[in-house]
């Protein structure tokens, strides 16, 4: 009896060193490992990344390629932001346009005031909100009016979701910065775009955003879209920089003017 109860605790002995040892070798995963992370949670991580930052600066970029039944066209836009918390925010981007036609786009707010400013339209205007500043170049800006400006300031942008229907797809390089990918849709499709002075029809989309795994910066965003006459392929390029010195110049509303 004694022997074999001796024998049972030396073989208990050694399963609990061999389950001790692969424990050793497959460690669980610490505080810092992200690789677990859902959609969701990055997301979310994001989202509050931006809302709870002291400041933010971008300069940017949107690439679109356009194919349609009789050709293919595409344009640059490049655009950039300036934000100090709790009220002080610009944004400009230039529609390059054919040829010669450029044509670029302000919002600017300091405390309660707002301003915003189209070349195509000229004159200082006041709209009645920032959200409805930023909301009229929506389409035209490839919506990098709203993108980023909504999550610095969630007030104006509500408690929307970012994607939806997201989904964690294989993580990739943006120009050296590893970074989570997330897929979904920015809003339920068929949607209504205003593009400028007229109205088109998004039949569906597909909206892929790289984040920065280290920052949680939104570093690219490739959407694919396709109209009722056309299909288009967005990218969108953002070089951000989260809690630094904006320099008043960068905030400054200026006025627009063509080269």
Partial sequence: MGRGTSRMQMGLAALLLALAGTATAQPAPGAGDNASLTPEMILLKMKRTYAACRSYRDTGEVRTSSTTDGGHFGSELPFATAFVRPDRFRFEFTDQGLGERRAKYIVWVSGDEVR???????GVRQPGSLGEALQVAAGVSGSSSV?????????????????????RIEDGDDRGVECFRIRGKSRPTPYTLTMGKRQVTVKDESVTLWIDRASFLLRKVEQNRTFQSYREEATTLYSPALNVDVQPGDLAFGVATNP
Avoid: K, N, T
Wanted: a negative charge; aromatic letters at 8%; hydrophobic letters at 50%.
């Fill in 147 to 167: 993108r980023v400006p909504e999550m610095l300031l969630p007030a104006i942008g509500g408690e929307s979701a970012v994607l939806l229907g997201a989904e």
């Fill in 116 to 122: 915003s400013w189209w070349d195509a339209q000229p």
